[in-house]
């Protein structure tokens, strides 16, 4: 289930980034925030911060951008996780 979650991040940050303007973005990014409420269900605060890092590292490798600013969809799932 990590792997399969994993590459969804991926999958969806990167066309979020990439087509910022796509029809489709609303619609990954509260997908986006239903993984974020998985993890944090099966693993808690570390969960979610070690999932992050490991698709941060990928995406800036990947297609070289910062997708640091998907951190604030997951704030309202738990008083530990507040990003800007």
Do not use: H
């Amino acid at each position: 289930m990590d792997f399969i979650l994993e590459e969804e991040m991926i999958d969806i940050i990167t066309l979020c980034l990439q087509e910022p303007n796509s029809e489709l973005v609303p619609e990954k990014k509260e997908r986006f925030k239903e993984i974020g409420k998985e993890l944090f269900e099966s693993g808690g605060l570390d969960a979610m911060e070690n999932f992050f890092f490991a698709v941060d590292n990928r995406i800036q490798g990947e297609i070289n951008k910062d997708p640091k600013s998907f951190r604030s969809l997951w704030n309202e799932i738990t008083d530990g996780w507040n990003y800007n």
